[in-house]
């Protein structure tokens, strides 16, 4: 009678199969060579990384120093990413910075994958996105203060829950991924939450027509939060079975598998969870207000979107093209810079270097700690009140977060200069700034922090 030791004796990894496999070679006597004939059949066949980078299209130019450094750790991880054996083509915005570890997808980076999701590649904060809603002819500063009673920002959810409907729950107890108690907890607790580090709220009026907009950027929080990490799990577990010299953070699921159609669904439903989220904020400052919307639109970026069996990563990148966005309103997409600049109001087509896709945003030239130890001789207060002039900017927690000041992000111009160079979304109208909401340092009143800084 053959064991298990038989097989592994033989060359065989232990796996699933090896139950089935050895009724089957007992119950037919299979030895020698009609035994390895059998047994070759489950195994799955080591699929290894490019050994040089897949070229990828570069929609950005460095102009200064710090953007030539930037630039060319983009560069460098990028191409350590194009050599992840799924991947067909890839691409990088003008918002582009390193994100992590090396060889892990930067913000502003789009890759398209055949028949594969990759966790990694729109990393934790799933869907993160923005809507905007226009609320007509009414005052900027009463829409931000209704809009302030409103909102939650910060660690966790909120005690006042909002409602989540039954067939959303229902979706989330269908699928093998979200089917968890502690997972519809967050579905529930953290509706109308908004998060922190660049999320905001924002309100400003059409450079058009003047009527007064209100835009929202978070992500699907805990509940993405959630999916990530099983994402990463299962993609890892694939990973050491067919591609294990590729970097474990661009570890994949295929879309072939049960586990792969099951993590695309999870995903539209994070989506849907998400869209709700941002929509619940909107509608409950309207109700405040006692005005109705004249128009709504959304689109998001950190996340995956299907055509076919090619798979869009898009890490940071606003999708132009209408065959990513099932929900589009007339083609237009938001594409927010910082709290002292517009956010841009953009329509584009398919091009053969923009896959599709625009920036998100401005992105960074430098990290958050390296921007905070470059302002160290001015204190919070007086970086604020020089780059906030003239604005209602607050922070939710009531502490200054200077890594989300406009002198954080890339120089706003440049990045609408490339854009229309690169042909990366035509510019229809411009919400001007009022002023916004921000989490800010929500930690400093945290006991860890307090225990730190005593």
């Not at 990290?367 to 905070?372: G, I, P, Y």
């Not at 922070?395 to 990045?415: G, M, Q, R, W």
Request: include cysteine; charge should be neutral.
């Amino acid at each position: 009678m053959l064991t298990g030791n038989d097989f592994i004796n033989l060359g065989y990894k232990p796996a699933k199969w090896f139950k089935e496999a050895l009724k089957y070679a007992n119950r037919n006597g299979l030895n020698g060579t009609a035994l390895t004939n059998y047994l070759d059949q489950f195994v799955v066949p080591i699929v290894e990384p490019f050994a040089a980078p897949l070229p990828f299209h570069q929609n950005i130019i460095a102009e200064t120093t710090d953007e030539t450094s930037n630039l060319d750790s983009v560069i460098a991880t990028m191409n350590a990413v194009m050599k992840t054996p799924t991947l067909l083509t890839g691409a990088i915005m003008p918002d582009a910075c390193p994100a992590g570890a090396y060889g892990q997808i930067p913000v502003g980076g789009v890759v398209v994958a055949h028949k594969a999701i990759h966790p990694a590649m729109h990393s934790a904060d799933i869907c993160c996105s923005v809507m905007m809603t226009n609320l007509g002819m009414i005052s900027p500063k009463k829409v931000l203060d209704a809009a302030h009673s409103v909102t939650h920002f910060g660690g966790g959810g909120r005690s006042q829950h909002f409602h989540l409907s039954d067939n959303l729950k229902k979706q989330m107890r269908d699928n093998s991924f979200l089917n968890n108690d502690a997972l519809l907890h967050l579905a529930v607790s953290h509706l109308g939450t908004q998060g922190d580090g660049n999320h905001f709220l924002f309100v400003g009026q059409s450079q058009q027509t003047g009527e007064t907009m209100m835009v929202t950027h978070h992500g699907s929080r805990g509940v993405g939060a959630w999916l990530y990490r099983r994402g990463m799990e299962i993609a890892e577990r694939f990973r050491k079975d067919i591609s294990p010299n590729t970097l474990n953070h661009n570890a994949w699921i295929p879309y072939d598998t049960p586990e792969g159609v099951a993590y695309w669904e999870a995903l539209q439903i994070v989506r849907a969870w998400t869209k709700l989220n941002h929509s619940l904020i909107h509608n409950t400052t309207l109700e405040r207000l006692s005005v109705s919307s004249f128009d709504r639109f959304w689109n998001e970026h950190n996340f995956v979107f299907k055509d076919n069996d090619h798979f869009y990563h898009a890490k940071g990148a606003t999708p132009l093209d209408d065959r990513f966005v099932p929900d589009s309103y007339e083609g237009l997409r938001l594409v927010p810079l910082n709290m002292a600049q517009p956010v841009l109001i953009v329509k584009g087509a398919t091009t053969a270097t923009n896959l599709g896709f625009a920036p998100h945003g401005a992105g960074r030239n430098l990290s958050r700690s390296q921007h905070r130890r470059n302002n160290e001789h001015r204190t919070n207060k007086q970086i604020f009140e020089h780059e906030t002039k003239g604005l209602d900017v607050r922070f939710y927690s009531n502490h200054i977060d200077i890594s989300e000041l406009p002198s954080a992000y890339k120089n706003a111009d440049t990045v609408q200069r490339q854009m229309q160079q690169f042909g990366l979304g035509e510019i229809v109208d411009r919400i001007l700034p009022y002023g916004c909401i921000m989490a800010g340092d929500w930690e400093h009143d945290m006991p860890w922090a307090k225990k730190r800084r005593k």
